[in-house]
């Protein structure tokens, strides 16, 4: 057997940690050092660059290049060196970054305690369960705003934290896979339009829009497939998503939320508060009914067939490429 054997063994294995054990607490985790990393070199650079818009910019440039040297090829080469070595070492290392650049469980787990305490009536439950998924203010939401946080947040982690990086294993096993993780876990630590990071970490969130580009459409046709099952309407979500795709400041973020909005018949988006500040943000989907709690079991629904099925299409895909090399 040679590397793409082993590679698919990995993804396979990744997947299926990732489904039964999702994010132990107390357990290490591969992305929090990733986490640490950018934090250190964040104050590292900063502290040796003048705090100047274009010294920032040369800054973030040198943070997102560090970052993607550390978090793609040293594992790469760890793991070449590995296998040399031992193949079981290098697949339990793989299996293991396979499994924790993925969040199929954590993400169902973490949005159905925001479930659980809306079932219960606790909304100031609620608001803190939901506070620990969102980038938003929740202190004031209702559970209508509440409910709507969750759902958004796991249409768009489908792609970003399930759909994505099973792409990235299918083409270029755990390393590939953790050079998306490490960019898209910077841009959700500098990529703010505020004044620390507007220059700093704008090389971070256009590299993580370049990632994301094609990932964020392949899984909006997933979701469609998805949509198929008993309890969604696919006619509704292929017309929202046609319409409303683009209904986001980011390139990519609508593509998924809009599927999930228009398989639901609800209405997503809308203004939401940031640090204290509101900020208008165009809807997506129509509120054909009233968003209801039982929605974030719907999407979790979704998100869960999307993933088997692109978990199927990768293994079926890297299978053939085995076949034929």
Known sequence: MNWLHYSLIALCIGYALDLLLGDPQGFPHIIRGVGLVIAGLEKL????????????????????????????????????????????????????????????????????????????GDIDGARKAVSMIVGRDTAALDDSGITRAAVETIAENTADGVIAPLLYMLFGG??????????????????????????????????????????????????????????????????????????????????????????LRIRLGGS?????????KPTIGDDIRLIEYKDIKRANRLMTAASLIALALSVSIKAAVIMLT
């Open 45 to 120: 650079i900063r502290r040796l660059l003048p705090q100047k818009s274009g010294a920032e910019l040369f800054g973030g440039i040198l943070l997102v290049v560090l970052v993607v040297l550390i978090c793609a090829f040293l594992p790469a080469l760890l793991l070449f060196f590995l296998y040399r070595l031992s193949i079981w070492l290098g697949l339990i290392l793989e299996s293991l970054i396979c499994y924790q650049t993925l969040c199929t469980r954590s993400l169902r787990v973490e949005s159905m305690a925001v479930y659980n305490e809306l079932e219960n």
């Open 272 to 280: 939401a508060h940031y640090f204290g500040k509101a900020q208008e």
């Open 174 to 263: 755990a390393p590939l896979a953790l050079m998306y993780k490490s960019v898209n876990t910077m841009d959700s630590m500098v990529g703010y339009k505020n004044d620390k990071y507007l220059y700093f970490g704008r090389a971070a969130a256009r590299f993580d829009d370049v990632l994301n580009f094609i990932p964020a459409r392949i899984t909006a046709v997933l979701m469609l497939l998805a949509s198929l099952l008993p309890g969604f309407d696919t006619g509704g979500a292929l017309r929202i998503y046609r319409r409303d795709r683009r209904n986001h400041k980011s390139p990519n973020s609508a593509h998924s939320e809009a599927v999930c909005a228009g398989a």
